[in-house]
T-cell receptor, first 110, second 113 residues
Framework: AQRVTQPEKLLSVFKGAPVELKCNYSYSGSPELFWYVQYSRQRLQLLLRHISRESIKGFTADLNKGETSFHLKKPFAQEEDSAMYYCALSGKTNAGKSTFGDGTTLTVKP | DAGVTQSPTHLIKTRGQQVTLRCSPKSGHDTVSWYQQALGQGPQFIFQYYEEEERQRGNFPDRFSGHQFPNYSSELNVNALLLGDSALYLC????????????FGPGTRLTVT
């Protein structure tokens, strides 16, 4: 069964501080991992995908298969990073079926 | 391009009634997926439509059904509504059935009383 766990419901940091949003997953196989973001009054949008190995808006995420984790990191948080973040996974054979975590609300204080 | 659009924005129904939600995919996209998002939870996959057929289904009862039209737009139907069906229903479209990149709509907020 596919499962995504985001252990922190809420995370608060000060502007300029490093931020790490945790994501652990359970999947029998090689999953595709994603981070989605939802800013206030906006729709859910893809932030980054592990296979692309891109850095989007300064965020990076490394897939650790040994620890089954896909934590999202940013070295210097900005106030505009305040949003809800969802970790999600899909299987290689069922690309359109994403399993989401319950999200972490990030607040970056000035 | 307005992206993925959904209608209506909000809906209030009574327990036992039936409801139909609508979704138009992003221009050029041919695959539509539906998700249910209960308050305080992440989106939960309901089903996916491609070429007017249901391709994948999540763990939802048969009360949840769908349809895709030749223009790729889609409907989600829920019969015999329960209080627990109250949620935000999200539609997502993608370029191909095996594409990982999904574009989400703003959602339809369904309240069952």
């Amino acid at each position: 069964a596919q499962r995504v766990t985001q252990p922190e419901k809420l995370l608060s940091v000060f502007k300029g501080a490093p931020v790490e949003l945790k994501c652990n997953y359970s999947y029998s196989g090689s999953p595709e991992l994603f981070w989605y973001v939802q800013y206030s009054r906006q729709r859910l949008q893809l932030l980054l995908r592990h296979i692309s190995r891109e850095s989007i808006k300064g965020f990076t995420a490394d897939l650790n298969k040994g620890e089954t984790s896909f934590h999202l990191k940013k070295p210097f948080a900005q106030e505009e990073d305040s949003a809800m973040y969802y970790c999600a996974l899909s299987g290689k054979t069922n690309a359109g079926k994403s399993t989401f975590g319950d999200g972490t609300t990030l607040t970056v204080k000035p | 391009d307005a992206g993925v659009t959904q209608s209506p924005t909000h809906l209030i129904k009574t327990r036992g009634q039936q409801v139909t939600l609508r979704c138009s995919p992003k221009s050029g996209h041919d695959t539509v997926s539906w998700y249910q998002q209960a308050l305080g939870q992440g989106p939960q996959f309901i089903f996916q439509y491609y070429e007017e057929e249901e391709r994948q289904r999540g763990n939802f009862p048969d009360r949840f059904s769908g349809h895709q039209f030749p223009n790729y737009s889609s409907e989600l139907n829920v019969n015999a509504l329960l209080l627990g069906d109250s949620a935000l229903y999200l539609c997502a479209s993608s370029l191909r059935v095996n594409s990982y990149e999904q574009y989400f709509g703003p959602g339809t907020r369904l309240t069952v009383t």
